[in-house]
C-alpha cells in the first residue's frame, strides 16, 4: 500500500484562536463573523495585520498590509492584539487530540502539522472520511476549524490543505498534479516567495505547469539550489516521511513559522518562549531532561542558521530553556526579518538520571551557590551554567496538576 499522508492546518490560526477565547470569555461577537484583524492594540495605529476574517478579506485586507492602511478601508475594523500564549496553549490542544490518534506526527509549526495516516488507515472506509471526522471533531472539542490535504506526498498534501479554505478536505495525489496543482500561478507552490515568482514571471514562468517544464539548469542559474526545490515540488517530488517523535530519540524541538517577518527582539523572545514551553512539556512528558539547546532561525529569504551550547546541568523548565536560547538567539541574529524560529533540546538524559560533573562545576568553599547564571563577559558561558531552580520545578508541577486537572487553558504564564 502506498504511503498516505495528511497536512493538517488551522483555518487562520491567530484570529481563530482569539475569537474562541473571547467566546470562552463570555463575549457575544465572533470574531470570525465580522471585519476583524489581529495585528495591534486596539487604541493604537501602527503595526501590520497579522491574521484576517473572511468578512475583512472582502474589504480587500490582506495580511502584511499596515493597520492604518486597513483601517481606511474598514473604518469599523475590530483590531485585536497578539497573545503567542494563547497560541500555544490552543497549540498543544490540537496535538494532544491528534496524538490521540497516531503517533505518526510531525507538528510542522504552532498551527500545522503532518500525520501518517497509512498504519491506521484500516479503521476507516476512506481517508477522506478520515478527515472529515478530524475536522468535526476538531471544531466540536475545541470550536476552530481546520483544512485536510490528502497525498502520497507530503509536499502535496501540505499544497492541498491550501487549495480552498476554511474547513475543507482536499486531495492532490501525485496522478492529480497535472489537473489540480499545475493550472496554478507559480506563487502558489509551497516556498516559492514573492521574490522567486519575481524571478520566475520574468521568465516567462507564470504557472506552476509552467515551472515544472523548464528545464532545471535554467532554474537553478536564477534561483540556484531553491530553483531545484521549487522544480521538484512542482513536479510532486518529495520522499520524505513524517518525522514523529519516538524517531526522535536524539532530540526534541519545536518551531513556528511565524505570520509576519519578525524584526523585533521583544516578540522574537515571546515566539521562543511559546517554543520553549512546548518544548519543556514534550520533554517532561518524555521522561528527559536536556543538556544542549540549538536555536533556530530562517530569514524571510529562506537562508536558515543555527547555533547551539552545552549545558553543565540537565534543565527542563521553559523559563530554564528560555534563559538558554536566547543568548544564542542574539549571537545568532543579523537583524533581518525573520520568518520562522526554532528551540530543540538534545544530549537528553533521564529526569532522574545521575549527571557526572566535572571540578569546575563545584562551587568554590565558601561561596554560596545561585539559582542562576553569573554574570560574566560571555554570554554562552553563563547559559552553559544555567540549572533549573527548586523554585521554577515547584512552580512547573504546580502548573501541570492544575492544567491536568482543569485543561490547558486553566492557568497561564505572565512572560
Not at 470562552?24 to 503595526?47: F, K, M, Y
Not at 510531525?106 to 500525520?115: N, Q
Not at 471526522?133 to 490528502?150: A, L, Y
Amino acid at each position: 500500500m502506498d504511503k498516505i499522508f495528511f497536512h493538517i492546518d488551522v483555518n487562520s490560526a491567530f484570529l481563530s484562536w482569539t475569537a474562541v477565547d473571547r467566546l470562552n470569555r463570555g463575549e457575544t461577537v465572533d470574531l470570525r463573523t465580522v471585519p476583524a484583524i489581529i495585528g495591534g492594540d486596539s487604541e493604537q495605529r501602527h503595526g501590520i495585520v497579522l491574521a484576517k476574517s473572511i468578512p475583512a478579506k472582502r474589504y480587500g485586507i490582506e495580511t502584511a498590509e499596515p493597520i492604518v492602511s486597513a483601517r481606511r478601508k474598514c473604518p469599523d475594523l475590530l483590531v485585536l492584539p497578539s497573545d503567542f500564549k494563547l497560541y500555544s496553549s490552543m497549540s498543544h490542544r490540537l496535538f494532544d487530540y491528534l496524538y490521540s490518534l497516531t503517533p505518526d506526527i510531525e507538528p510542522a509549526s504552532i498551527d500545522e502539522g503532518y500525520m501518517d495516516f497509512t498504519p491506521i488507515a484500516h479503521l476507516y472506509n476512506s481517508p477522506v472520511e478520515a478527515a472529515g471526522i478530524i475536522r468535526s471533531e476538531v471544531f466540536k472539542r475545541f470550536g476552530f476549524t481546520v483544512n485536510v490535504g490528502i497525498s502520497d506526498r507530503k509536499v502535496l498534501a501540505k499544497m492541498a490543505s491550501d487549495l480552498e479554505k476554511p474547513d475543507k478536505t482536499h486531495t492532490l495525489f501525485s496522478y492529480e498534479i497535472k489537473d489540480k496543482l499545475w493550472p496554478l500561478p507559480v506563487r502558489d507552490l509551497f516556498l516559492c516567495g514573492r521574490s522567486a515568482a519575481a524571478t520566475l514571471n520574468k521568465l516567462d514562468i507564470k504557472t506552476i505547469g509552467d515551472l515544472a517544464h523548464t528545464d532545471l539548469s535554467i532554474l537553478t542559474s536564477h534561483l540556484k539550489s531553491h530553483g531545484k526545490t521549487l522544480w521538484e515540488f512542482a513536479n510532486g517530488i518529495d520522499d520524505s516521511g513524517v518525522v514523529t517523535e519516538e524517531r526522535e530519540t536524539k532530540g526534541i524541538g519545536n518551531s513556528t513559522t511565524v505570520a509576519r517577518d519578525i524584526t523585533d527582539r521583544t516578540e522574537a523572545s515571546e515566539v521562543i518562549m511559546s517554543l520553549c514551553e512546548s518544548v519543556s512539556a514534550r520533554l517532561h512528558k518524555s521522561g528527559f531532561k536536556t543538556m544542549q539547546i540549538t536555536v533556530e532561525i530562517k530569514y524571510a529569504d529562506f537562508r536558515s542558521c543555527s547555533h547551539q551550547a552545552g549545558l553543565a546541568f540537565p534543565i527542563e523548565t521553559p523559563r530554564s530553556i528560555h534563559e538558554a536560547a536566547m543568548p544564542l538567539f542574539d549571537a545568532l541574529w543579523n537583524k533581518e526579518p525573520i520568518r520562522l524560529l526554532g528551540v530543540r533540546a538534545t544530549r537528553l538524559v533521564g529526569i532522574d538520571d545521575p549527571v557526572q560533573l566535572s571540578i569546575f562545576d563545584l562551587p568554590v568553599s565558601g561561596e554560596k551557590e545561585a539559582d542562576g547564571p553569573k554574570a560574566s563577559g560571555d554570554p554562552l558561558s553563563d547559559t552553559r551554567k544555567l540549572k533549573d531552580s527548586e523554585r521554577d520545578l515547584k512552580l512547573e508541577n504546580a502548573l501541570r496538576e492544575i492544567r491536568g486537572r482543569f485543561g490547558n487553558d486553566s492557568v497561564k504564564r505572565g512572560f
